[in-house]
């Protein structure tokens, strides 16, 4: 079995938002397979990876016509783990975890199972709308960069 430690290089883990944009109808099947792998199995679902990982930079360049991506800070991360995470026991169950705890935990390596946190974020649609068929630099489908911090405000 290979090991997750599949690394480009060693450095601190690039932690990167993934955001589903485009829905479900007439997506192929090896996109839809990879979208489930990634945890986005619905419109506006978003995860946060390791872009330092080797099979997650695969996936994302395989669907990247489907979902908006880039570099997450840590202000916003925080923010989307207090408004926007789930526990595993369900929606109704309450979080007793800090969200700088939680942030800290995951550019340190952890996932968010180790906090009892489900691994993805229910986001709402972005206020003030997108261009959702048009790639980065006109629409928000692909590598965001730094831009997806902005993207994710306007959908908490």
């Known amino acids: 079995m290979v090991e997750q430690t599949n690394k480009q290089n060693n450095e601190t883990p690039k932690m990167v938002a993934v955001i589903r944009i485009a829905g479900m109808v007439k997506v192929r099947k090896d996109v839809a397979e990879t979208l489930d792998r990634l945890r986005l199995r619905r419109k506006y679902a978003c995860v946060v990876v390791d872009a330092n990982n080797i099979n997650v930079a695969g996936m994302l360049k395989r669907v990247k016509q489907y979902i908006a991506f880039g570099e997450i800070d840590v202000k916003t991360l925080e923010k989307l783990v207090k408004e926007r995470a789930e526990s595993i026991e369900g929606r109704k169950k309450k979080i007793e975890v800090n969200a700088s705890e939680v942030a800290k935990g995951l550019l340190a390596g952890k996932k968010l199972k180790d906090f009892k946190l489900k691994g993805f974020f229910r986001l709402h649609p972005?206020?003030?709308?997108?261009?959702?068929?048009?790639?980065?630099?006109k629409g928000v489908l692909g590598n965001n960069k730094k831009d997806i911090n902005k993207l994710i405000e306007r959908m908490l």
């Open 126 to 137: 972005p206020r003030k709308g997108i261009d959702s068929k048009i790639q980065y630099p």
